[in-house]
């Protein structure tokens, strides 16, 4: 069965930082490209970053670029999204996924 | 940057009924390659987006036929012939060819008449 299990969401200040992680299983993880999608409460889905299947290429949305940085190990078939300087826009519910699969999603709530 | 703009907003169905969702970009999707990466998700409610559709018109592994897509360079449709209750949701279009700049229709709801 694939499964993607993200965790490391959670309650943080603004201009604060955060690290997602993503486990892969169940599908060979180093075969596929991996993005990062958010979903703001109540609003549609936004692209975040995508990363290569070997790291290569990666690229960011305008309104995070600079501030995250996605990255992979292959090895332990994870995907990571480091978030710093966050926003109050920040908000979001956010997705690991490969377009084919995808994770349930964890939680990101900036506020002070 | 590429817009898609997905109608109607809602949809309203009855079951065995029909629909049809319309996305249309701002930039044609045929990729150099000869591809046109349009791609449509469903969302249930409180589940993670699934696959349906990629390229256009070729069917996800395990999403039933009723679901069809067609189109091309600007113009795609996304259709169910006969709905059923466990099509209820929102249904987003994503477009891969301007990549990695990927983007999504703000999508269309469809529920219950």
């Known amino acids: 069965e694939v499964q993607l299990v993200e965790s490391g969401g959670g309650l943080v200040q603004p201009g604060r930082s955060l690290k997602l992680s993503c486990v892969a299983s169940?599908?060979?993880?180093?075969?596929?490209?991996m993005n990062w999608i958010r979903q703001a409460p109540g609003k549609g889905l936004e692209w975040v970053a995508y990363?290569?299947?070997?790291?290569?290429?990666?690229y960011y949305a305008e309104t995070v670029k600079g501030r995250f940085t996605i990255s992979r190990d292959n090895a332990k078939n994870t995907l990571y999204l480091q978030m710093t300087s966050l926003r109050s826009e920040d908000t979001a519910l956010y997705y690991c996924?490969?377009?084919?699969?995808w994770g349930q999603g964890v939680m990101v709530t900036v506020s002070s | 940057d590429v817009v898609l703009t997905q109608t109607p907003p809602t949809l309203s169905a009855t079951i065995g009924q029909s629909v049809s969702i319309s996305c249309r970009s701002s930039?044609?999707?045929?990729?150099?390659?000869?591809?046109?990466?349009l791609h449509w998700l469903l969302q249930r409610p409180g589940q993670s987006p699934q696959l349906l559709i990629y390229?256009?018109?070729r069917l996800e592994s395990g999403v039933p036929n009723r679901f069809s897509g067609s189109g091309s360079g600007t113009d795609f449709t996304l259709k169910i012939s006969g709905v059923e209750a466990e099509d209820l949701g929102v249904y987003y279009c994503?477009?891969?060819?301007?990549?990695?700049?990927?983007?999504f229709g703000a999508g269309t709801k469809l529920e219950l008449k």
């Open positions: 996924a490969s377009w084919r699969y």
């Open positions: 930039q044609s999707l045929l990729h150099s390659n000869g591809n046109t990466y």
């Open positions: 390229s256009v018109s």
């Open positions: 994503v477009q891969g060819t301007h990549a990695p700049m990927y983007t």
């Open positions: 169940g599908f060979t993880f180093s075969n596929y490209g």
């Open positions: 990363i290569s299947s070997g790291s290569s290429y990666i």
